[in-house]
């Protein structure tokens, strides 16, 4: 972490950006853009003609249950247990919840994650989400859907959570530390953002267009804090392409080609549409999965469980969705992406050659099984 973020001071030095540490806060609109305050060390006082806001999110609290970091915990607490905990608890079965219970479950932990929605991971493509399910109760992980939580009280003994279940009994779960992922919240308290009227949505985040720009001239905000995946790498290329606009070129982000990844064991990867999305939006698709199973590297790895799935145009081959849960799902999706941003075919992929032996040969089977055409399974 301090060798990453050293990194970022000697990257900001070499690209000569001043850093000043602080808070920033909006103190006035001015002919021709803004003061920015800055409460640090020393406090200082900025004027500048863009200003772009890209200040994250935080994690979202349950009511009635503040994060103490001690017992009642967020990601930062999830990441500062000193031992591991004999019982864990995770409320939330997002991709945090999900990487943080299933990390803990590794180290020894006995993990229950507790889960309001009825589907498990409901925003990954269905074949995943239960292949997933598999693998990861397989591990141990207890995963209960459904639920309904009370109230959340500490002690000396630990975390008591009362929930009422999917079949409406009274439950309470008894624990050492609670980690609560339920989503998070856009961190623009603290900006100021009404001494400039700076455009705020009811859930706190910075209204911005499909460019980043706000409803103030010369200011953008990008990442956490506007609408849209809270992805890294998402956030990464909204900056770049906000100072391309700046300097008066094209900067141009692909919403449709965003990865997502799960850092879990198992790993989690897809892009594009899952089966249940092209369902809903009623368009003539084929499907076609390879599993690892088959695959001469992940035998060799000894990692096995998973696939790589591939969702098609029906009439025009098209690649509109890839869903990858398996070994090096994280590094495969990119083939992936790429495919989809040049709008290759399914086709086009399984006529593409890929070494041997590489996990990248299950992404050309799956391609191949679009038209019921692999060569190894
Ligand atoms: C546990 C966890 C795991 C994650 N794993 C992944 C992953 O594997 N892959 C992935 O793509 N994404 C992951 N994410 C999401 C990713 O971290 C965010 O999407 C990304 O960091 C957003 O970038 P950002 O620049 O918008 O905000 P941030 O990276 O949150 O940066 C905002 C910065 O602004 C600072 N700040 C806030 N207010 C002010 C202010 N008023 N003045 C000055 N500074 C301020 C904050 O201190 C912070 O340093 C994860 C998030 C969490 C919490």
Redesign the pocket.
């Known amino acids: 972490m301090k060798q990453n973020n050293d990194g970022i001071l000697y990257l900001f030095k070499k690209n000569k950006v001043a850093f000043f540490h602080?808070?920033?806060?909006f103190a006035r609109a001015v002919d021709g853009g803004y003061e920015i305050a800055v409460k640090g060390a020393p406090n200082e006082t900025l004027a500048a003609k863009h200003v772009i806001v890209?200040?994250?999110?935080n994690?979202r609290a349950l009511p009635g249950a503040a994060f103490d970091e001690a017992q009642i915990l967020s990601?930062d607490g999830?990441?500062r247990i000193a031992a591991v905990p004999k019982r864990l608890g995770v409320v939330g079965s997002g991709?945090?919840g999900l990487?943080?219970g299933s990390v803990w479950r590794r180290l020894g932990a006995d993990v229950t994650v507790l889960e309001a929605l009825p589907d498990f991971l409901g925003a990954v493509d269905a074949g995943v989400a239960k292949e997933a399910f598999k693998a990861f109760t397989k591990q141990g992980l207890k995963i209960q859907l459904g639920v309904k939580i009370g109230t959340v009280k500490t002690g000396k003994a630990g975390v008591g959570v009362s929930y009422t279940d999917a079949k409406g009994a009274e439950q309470t779960l008894e624990v050492d530390k609670l980690i609560v992922s339920i989503g998070?919240v856009p961190?623009t308290t603290?900006?100021n953002a009404q001494a400039v009227g700076l455009a705020l949505d009811e859930r706190g985040a910075i209204v911005v267009d499909a460019e980043c720009r706000t409803n103030l001239a010369n200011v953008w905000a990008?990442?956490?804090?506007v609408r849209g995946p809270?992805?890294?790498?998402?956030?990464e290329e909204e900056?770049v392409a906000v100072a391309e606009r700046i300097a008066g070129q094209h900067g141009h982000v692909n919403f449709n080609t965003i990865p997502w990844?799960i850092?879990t064991s198992p790993e989690i990867a897809w892009v594009g549409q899952t089966e249940q999305q092209l369902k809903a939006e009623g368009r003539a698709y084929k499907a076609g999965q390879f599993p690892f199973l088959a695959n001469g590297r992940a035998r060799a790895l000894g990692d096995t469980t998973g696939f790589v799935k591939f969702l098609a145009d029906a009439a025009t081959d098209e690649i509109l969705g890839v869903h990858i849960i398996g070994p090096l799902a994280s590094e495969l999706i990119a083939e992936a992406v790429v495919a989809m941003e040049f709008k290759a075919s399914a086709e086009d992929i399984a006529r593409i050659c890929h070494a041997h032996p590489s996990l990248s040969e299950a992404t050309k089977e799956a391609a191949l099984a679009v038209d019921k055409r692999t060569l190894n399974f």
């Open positions: 602080g808070r920033g806060s890209a200040t994250g999110s994690a990601n999830a990441l991709v945090i990487e943080m998070r961190n603290g900006l990008v990442g956490d804090v809270m992805l890294a790498h998402k956030a900056g990844v850092y």
